[in-house]
């Protein structure tokens, strides 16, 4: 079975610095999905950023962006020139189509940013 | 709908009492999961939905725990017998069938409380 790992389950940072949050997976399976995802207080989980695998470039959307290991099964997220909404737990999360068709979330890490 | 909308937002109960939660998915995603997250924890999958049928229930915690969908619409998740370790969060997340490595779409969630 497929685990999603954050070992960083609190981080701070000050406005307008960079964060980078850290996560981990293990799978044997070599196409699949990578997914970061905001929760804000609102409790709602937004999709931040999502990588396929298969693809060597890194995503980025806007001030997000991850960078992406395969052979060391690592997927971290960095977030540019922080902003006081981006205070939220954030989780990492994968998929594997043709498994068990159900995102797989690591705990969480927690952001505080600082004014 | 715009967006997946889950009720009752917040629930209070009393220790061996039934509760209903509800889902109502986005129009047209046709897949539909629930997951439960636990006061700082990350999200434990419980039940998965392909139209009316549910392929996965491996995340159900205990035979207390039921789930059923409806016009590939509405879900309910049912909780018999409420217990104090039930209070957690419950998401639920809806998805295209043929798209669910796009990411899924959550609600707010229900936070249940057992007193």
């Known amino acids: 079975a497929q685990t999603v790992t954050q070992s960083q389950p609190e981080m701070s940072v000050q406005e307008a610095e960079t964060v980078t949050l850290s996560c981990t997976y293990d799978?044997?399976?070599?196409?699949?999905?990578l997914f970061w995802y905001k929760q804000p207080p609102s409790r709602q989980m937004i999709l931040v950023i999502r990588?396929?695998?298969?693809?060597?470039q890194n995503a980025t959307e806007n001030r997000f962006s991850v960078n992406f290991q395969k052979a060391a099964k690592s997927f971290s997220l960095k977030i540019s020139d922080s902003q006081l909404g981006d205070a939220a737990m954030y989780f990492c999360?994968?998929?594997?189509?043709?498994?068990?068709?159900?995102?797989?979330f690591g705990k969480g890490t927690k952001l505080t940013v600082n004014p | 709908g715009a967006g997946v909308s889950q009720s009752p937002s917040n629930k209070v109960t009393e220790k061996g009492k039934d509760v209903e939660l509800r889902c109502d998915p986005i129009?047209?995603?046709?897949?539909l999961y629930w997951y439960r997250q636990r006061l700082g924890q990350g999200l434990e999958f419980l039940i998965y939905?392909?139209?009316?049928?549910?392929?996965?229930k491996s995340g159900l915690p205990s035979d207390r725990f039921s789930a059923e969908r409806t016009g590939e619409s509405v879900s309910t998740l049912t909780i018999q017998r409420t217990q104090q370790e039930d209070s957690a969060v419950y998401l639920c997340?809806?998805?295209?069938?043929?798209?669910?490595?796009?990411?899924?779409?959550f609600g707010s969630g229900t936070r249940l409380t057992v007193v």
């Open positions: 939905f392909q139209g009316n049928s549910a392929p996965d």
């Open positions: 799978t044997s399976e070599s196409d699949y999905y």
């Open positions: 999360a994968f998929f594997y189509q043709g498994g068990s068709e159900k995102l797989v």
């Open positions: 997340a809806s998805s295209f069938w043929d798209r669910p490595n796009y990411g899924y779409t």
């Open positions: 990588q396929e695998a298969y693809k060597q």
């Open positions: 129009s047209g995603h046709t897949a």
